[in-house]
């Protein structure tokens, strides 16, 4: 009997590559990330054999879950460039620029975003975020202004800072007020708060804030720095001392603190030193029984 | 002693001015830096994780057709010598009417073909 593989001439021969496709990169891609091996995920995406959108979006996600955010920019940028209707790549590009502090292009991506789906409320939010940090204030209070109700609390939130940014220091504290009260433990609204009682050098809003704020977060630096503010302007040098000296407990870098712990203990020291008028009456009367 | 019982680094205190010497300024207190900050709004803005590749929505055939409604059977040696006929052509948008037929499908209104203006 003839094997029939005799009769198979070259031009019949179909050639199978060896080399393993896109997909099986992206499957083992996936049941490493699944088993958390995030590093070992990413090295499966490294090298891909050739371009496929979909690889380039789970390397993005891979590379942003390790915090490589300049890395995930890249791919998700070349996502955008062969799918540039894919708004969940230019919204996930757009966050990847953010972190990376590149603001001016985080703005152009989420605009993009905004553009393909009106919709898109957290790319508004994204856009606000980024157009603070830009200086674009107006433009950042116009955006938080047209958040859907979905994102009412972040939206007032972007608000609020951006009124104080402007100096608007009364609708801003209406804002943050607003916030209090669908959160009354939003440590960074209080933080922002403090900020703003030092701005219009209102001790009272300062301490009471700082006070708030102590009781959430009693490890809280803003807090303790508000207190010691206080007690250094009111003359308190005991308050002020014990203040500064646990601000320097939690933030041995804060050359303010230190500073001011040894002013503080100087003028207690200093009071110490001070004669005093003896009482000649309290003399005649002995040593006063408590 | 205040509440921290440990050594501390701080600078020892500048000593009380003996009579003579010179008088120091008493050091004031240098301000803290209260920074205004809007972490929360990132809480709020989480990657969007692809469930698979993305499918391309399929391109349906445009509805609408451009026909020429300029007469254009003019013969072919008449057109050479009015070069601007192309520029000077007016066009019409068609919608094709179409009517839903028993089976429920969706066929042509018009099965002759639309004369030309």
């Known amino acids: 009997m003839r094997n029939g593989a005799d009769n198979v001439q070259p031009s019949n021969i179909i050639e199978i590559s060896l080399q393993p496709g896109v997909q099986s990169q992206i499957d083992s891609a996936l049941a490493l990330r699944s088993s958390g091996r995030l590093e070992e995920a990413l090295g499966a995406l490294t090298d891909p054999h050739e371009y496929n959108p979909y690889l380039y979006t789970v390397r993005g996600e891979i590379e942003f879950s390790l915090g490589r955010f300049h890395d995930a920019a890249l791919s998700y940028f070349s996502v955008v460039q062969s799918e540039p209707d894919n708004a969940d790549a230019h919204y996930n590009l757009a966050l990847c620029l953010q972190r990376s502090g590149r603001w001016d292009a985080s703005c152009q991506a989420f605009e993009r975003v905004l553009a393909l789906d009106s919709g898109r409320h957290a790319a508004r939010l994204g856009l606000g975020a980024s157009l603070l940090y830009l200086n674009r204030l107006d433009e950042a209070l116009a955006i938080f202004y047209q958040c859907s109700d979905a994102l009412e609390g972040p939206a007032v939130f972007g608000k609020a800072v951006a009124l104080q940014l402007q100096h608007r220091s009364g609708e801003a504290e209406n804002a943050y007020e607003v916030l209090l009260s669908l959160d009354p433990n939003s440590e960074e609204t209080l933080s922002n708060l403090i900020a703003l009682g030092v701005e219009t050098n209102d001790l009272d809003r300062v301490r009471d804030y700082s006070q708030r704020l102590l009781k959430i977060s009693p490890q809280s630096p803003v807090a303790l720095q508000g207190l010691a503010m206080v007690a250094l302007e009111r003359q308190d040098h005991h308050a002020a001392a014990r203040y500064c000296d646990r601000i320097v407990q939690l933030m041995p870098d804060c050359i303010e603190a230190w500073h001011n712990l040894r002013v503080a203990l100087d003028r207690i020291l200093t009071a110490f030193s001070v004669p005093k008028p003896i009482a000649v009456g309290s003399m005649l009367a002995g040593p006063e029984v408590k | ?117």
């Not at chain 2, 050594?7 to 009579?19: E, F, G, M, Q, R």
């Open chain 2, 1 to 117: 002693m205040m509440g921290n019982p440990q050594p501390s680094p701080v600078a020892p205190l500048i000593p009380t001015p003996s009579h003579g010497s010179i008088e120091l300024a008493p050091e004031q207190p240098r301000e803290f830096h209260f920074a205004v900050t809007w972490v929360t709004l990132f809480a709020h803005l989480d990657l969007l994780e692809s469930s698979g590749p993305r499918v391309q929505a399929a391109s349906a055939p445009p509805p609408l057709a451009l026909v020429p409604v300029a007469p254009s059977a003019m013969p072919a040696d008449k057109r050479s010598s009015q070069d601007a006929g192309a520029e000077t052509a007016a066009w019409e948008m068609v919608v094709p009417k179409m009517i839903r037929t028993t089976d429920g499908d969706f066929a042509p209104a018009e099965t002759v073909p639309r004369r030309l203006l």
